[in-house]
């Protein structure tokens, strides 16, 4: 997410071992660097909202960034929209599947592992984390609530930024527990309003984080709830 700080070795130390274990228990816009096929690179800044009419579909289309490549080899964005106005991720490699909104495009920040944002508004994106664990059940850390408290204070968003967790879920599917957070994080100049939804398998603590700027909230909270849910793992 456009807020997140993320490394591997951040995530693990701030938030695996910050989590009670039971009974012991911008605004400053990024800029990101994206490869093409020819192996040369470009930068993909977010853009005006006064953008001209069209340029959206432009972007999407590729008419724009028309040698934008996929970033790595061993998972698959399928061309077909699976739902309509998504497009799905399969990453073969960490045993994981999503689906984003269509048009948004993949970008590469340090730590995640996968993200993909709106070119045009720069605090709509999907970021996929994944990291080692030894634990097999998401439930062994605690109840969705003392895990959401710990993730938007110590991962989700900086220190500096005031977070309120509004809700937080479990939800299963095929026997494994995922659990789902939705908070705001609010900066000087902006306030992000987002969701994610974590679970564990094939040894790995898997974290997916969307979300939008608070005043397209409403405009794009049926989007993003689709993002989280569509989140599954399977054995890799």
């Not at 879920?169 to 939804?197: Q, W």
């Not at 984080?209 to 005043?215: D, Q, V």
Request: a positive charge; charged letters at 25%.
């Amino acid at each position: 997410m456009a807020s997140l700080q993320n490394s591997p070795s951040l995530h693990r130390t701030l938030f695996l071992n910050s989590i009670p274990q039971p009974h012991s228990h911008v605004h400053a816009t990024p800029t990101f660097c994206c490869c093409t096929r020819r192996s040369s690179s470009f930068l993909i800044q977010a853009s005006s909202s006064e953008d001209r009419p069209g340029r959206r579909k432009m972007l999407a289309a590729g008419l724009v960034f028309p040698s934008v490549s996929l970033l790595s080899q061993n998972y698959v964005a399928f061309a077909a929209e699976t739902k309509k106005g998504f497009l799905s991720v399969l990453d073969k490699k960490d045993g994981y599947k999503f689906v984003y909104p269509f048009g948004w495009q993949e970008v590469v920040i340090e730590g995640q592992d996968k993200v993909f944002k709106d070119v045009i508004e720069p605090l709509e994106s999907a970021s996929v984390t994944v990291i080692p664990t030894s634990k097999e059940d998401i439930r062994e850390f605690g109840s969705p609530q003392e895990i959401g408290e710990t993730l938007i204070k110590k991962v989700l968003a900086p220190p500096s930024q005031k977070t309120k967790l509004i809700e937080a879920t479990e939800r299963e599917v095929d026997g494994k527990a995922y659990y789902t957070i939705e908070f705001v994080a609010k900066a000087p100049n902006y306030t992000r309003h987002a969701l994610s939804t974590i679970t564990i398998g094939n040894g790995k603590f898997y974290t997916l984080t969307t979300g939008a700027n608070e005043r397209r909230w409403e405009k794009m909270k049926d989007k993003l709830h689709t993002v989280v849910e569509s989140f599954t793992i399977f054995n890799a």
